[in-house]
């Protein structure tokens, strides 16, 4: 990872990403697909990219239901997802 | 949530949407002298197609208009959603956790549009994303070389995101096309009245290669545990399997209506209704791009160009010529919505267990009764979720031909109680 990359936390791990890495992108490269349970307890991902499914929706820097495919990934950024 | 006054602004012109249809329109009228302001809720302008190109413009179309737009002069507002309106003049937006007030005289929506999902087994299988979805994912970062992806739905989208896939090291196990091919070779001589369109089809076929495009084939299942395994497809006699790390999926666009429609524009089949000049039912109220209806990157360009005229300064003698280069492009679109045209199996691709509306997990079977969408809601909680019913409304509307009916702001989830503040406040202060 070249000098410029932004380091950030997803769950509490440290982890390292190019600039103007999507949080959404950030969580399928070092956690996986499954971003969330559904009310019924199904694992749930991206759908849209968009900002319309809410699917990928994670706290970010404590901020619940943050849409995380619209969101670039920041020096020092916590994300939290919601995978037990 | 708290409101800021402290970021209210006030512009002459202000334009929703950053895609090229917003960009288009704020190019022009803050080159007729207004005070221009433009929002998207995107970290960057772009819109769905040049998404994350600002610095970077994958195609001298986006190069030109990156290049006019950075010579002019108008306020950008990146990250900033729209969520409601406060009073006719003023609209209610959030920025990174605050809510803000935004006035205008002239205001021109140019929301875009969305994909359509369908349901089926399995959609809701983290790794089945739309076309378009894993391509945006793709464009802010998703590492996909190497990677296996199914491009399956309707549409010339589907073509659009394999060959951006494939230029990105992506393994493409086909593009299955719902219609039939005798509709696209109808639509493929139709090509021949639009010599630009030919040679981007050309284009694009020859990025993707060897890559099988297959016409009148549809997924009927995705298949894994907890993430995508496989997807099952079908050509309507029989059934096979083809392993994949990704399905991209999606079976055409839907217009983004929400904020013309609690702004009271009228909304007819396609989408919002706008006259001549793009002004919509609302007075000083304009739309442009793929919220009029979906067709494509010129038409949005043209509609974008006449509404920013048209809000800046009225009906200028200067940009009439620019009414015929969009009657054309929309004659184009139509031709391409009918060789595109759904099929009646995609209606019956959900089993009672598929879920429908996928925040409140509601099956196709809970719907199966229900007489329309106002009815679903209140039995079966479809389309109470988080996404207030942008998926299952559009999926729903095609299904069982139920109609969205109003929409009430907030249009996107902000904190309730302090809306609760911002309405009773706006309500009691001059107008
Ligand atoms: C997911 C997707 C991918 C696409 N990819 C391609 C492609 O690769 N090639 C191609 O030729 N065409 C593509 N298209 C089609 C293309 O978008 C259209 O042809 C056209 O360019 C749309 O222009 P537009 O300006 O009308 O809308 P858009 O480009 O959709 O721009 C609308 C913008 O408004 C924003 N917005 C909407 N509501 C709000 C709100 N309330 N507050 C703030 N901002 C808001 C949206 O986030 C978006 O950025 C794609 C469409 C979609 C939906
Ligand atoms: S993936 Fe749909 S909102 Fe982010």
């Known amino acids: ?84 | 949530m708290f409101l800021d006054v402290s970021k209210n602004r006030s512009f002459d012109v202000l334009v929703i949407g950053g895609g090229p249809a917003g960009m288009a329109a704020t190019v022009t009228a803050s080159g007729e002298g207004r005070k221009v302001g433009l929002v998207d809720d995107n970290p960057d302008l772009g819109g769905q197609i040049w998404r994350g190109e600002r610095k970077k413009p994958s195609s001298a179309e986006a190069r030109v208009v990156f290049e006019e737009l950075q010579k002019s002069t108008f306020e950008a507002l990146p990250g900033t959603r729209i969520v409601g309106l406060v009073r006719p003049g003023t609209l209610l937006a959030e920025a990174s956790g605050s809510l803000v007030e935004l006035s205008y005289q002239s205001l021109i929506l140019a929301t875009g549009a969305r994909e359509l999902f369908l349901p089926f087994p399995g959609w809701t299988l983290p790794n089945v994303m739309g076309a378009g979805g894993l391509q945006a994912l793709a464009k802010s970062g998703l590492p996909i070389a190497g990677k296996s992806v199914v491009v399956a739905g309707s549409g010339p989208l589907l073509l659009a995101v394999a060959a951006h896939l494939k230029k990105k090291g992506a393994i493409l196990r086909g593009i299955f096309e719902q219609a039939p091919l005798s509709k696209l070779v109808k639509f493929g001589l139709g090509l021949w009245t639009e010599p630009s369109k030919i040679s981007q089809a050309i284009d694009l076929r020859w990025q993707i290669g060897a890559v099988r495009y297959r016409a009148g084939a549809w997924p009927v299942e995705a298949v894994g545990g907890e993430v995508l395994r496989s997807v099952k497809l079908t050509d309507g006699k029989k059934v096979w399997s083809v392993d994949c790390d990704y399905l991209a999926c999606g079976f055409g666009l839907v217009p983004n209506l929400e904020l013309p429609a609690i702004l009271g524009c009228s909304i007819g089949p396609g989408g919002t209704i706008v006259d001549e000049w793009q002004q919509t039912t609302v007075e000083n109220v304009y739309c442009a791009g793929e919220a009029t209806g979906v067709g494509g990157l010129d038409l949005s360009l043209f509609e974008g160009k006449i509404a920013g005229h048209a809000a800046a300064s009225g009906r200028p003698d200067k940009a009439r010529f620019l009414l015929n280069y969009r009657d054309k492009a929309r004659r184009f679109a139509r031709a391409l919505d009918e060789s595109f045209a759904l099929r009646d199996e995609l209606r019956h691709l959900a089993k009672a267990d598929t879920i429908v509306c996928r925040c409140e997990d509601v099956p196709a079977g809970a719907l199966a009764g229900r007489t329309s969408w106002v009815d679903a809601k209140l039995q079966t909680r479809c389309g109470m979720g988080p996404c207030q019913g942008r998926i299952c409304g559009a999926a729903t509307s095609f299904l069982h031909g139920w109609e969205r009916g109003s929409v009430r702001p907030p249009i996107f989830p902000v904190g309730v109680e302090n809306l609760a503040e911002v309405y009773s406040n706006s309500a009691s202060s001059p107008v």
Request: aromatic content about 4%; charged content about 15%; proline content about 8%.
């Open chain 1, 1 to 84: 990872m070249p000098d410029d990359s932004i380091a950030l936390t997803i769950d509490g791990q440290a982890v390292r990403v190019a600039p103007g890495t999507s949080v959404a992108a950030a969580v399928l490269i070092f956690q996986g697909p499954g971003f969330r349970r559904s009310v019924t307890g199904t694992p749930r991902g991206p759908l849209c990219g968009m900002g319309i499914c809410y699917e990928c929706r994670l706290t970010i820097d404590g901020l619940p239901q943050r849409t995380s495919c619209q969101t670039v990934c920041q020096a020092g950024m916590e994300v939290v997802t919601d995978v037990p």
